[in-house]
């Protein structure tokens, strides 16, 4: 299998989820960022408590399934680069592998990530 991809910017990741909502209000005219966030945040923390409490534990259905809903909530607002780190995480769950590295990154991302968002 091939090495995870390096960690995304945080400044790349904050234009791709500012270039979804912008399309989203173009295509269907009216702003929806703060109703799709307020939906992601609640996601987004117990999925992020979750995984890393299944990893620590070593379950690893638990580490799966909980990288899976998050990757999906990120791609809803286009955070592409943590998407990408749940797919790596919930790969190596699904192959009982370590996921520590993708982990840590997806961590310092998410953190980034709300810190900008939640302004």
């Known amino acids: 299998m091939p090495p995870p ?11 791709a989820i500012d270039a979804t909502f912008a399309t989203l209000a173009l295509d269907l005219g009216q702003d929806l960022r703060a109703e799709l ?6 996601t987004h923390e117990a999925c992020l408590s979750e995984i890393g409490l299944a990893l620590q534990q070593g379950q690893h259905y638990l580490a799966e ?11 809803q607002i286009g955070a592409v680069g943590m998407a990408a780190l749940c797919r790596t995480i919930e790969l190596a769950a699904r192959e009982s592998r370590l996921a520590g ?19």
């Open 5 to 15: 991809p390096p960690p995304p910017d945080l400044q790349h990741e904050l234009a």
């Open 37 to 42: 966030l307020d939906a992601y945040w609640p």
């Open 65 to 75: 399934r909980a990288a899976h809903q998050l990757k999906g909530a990120c791609a």
């Open 101 to 119: 590295e993708a982990h840590a990154d997806l961590v310092v991302l998410a953190t980034g990530v709300e810190s900008a968002l939640r302004r």
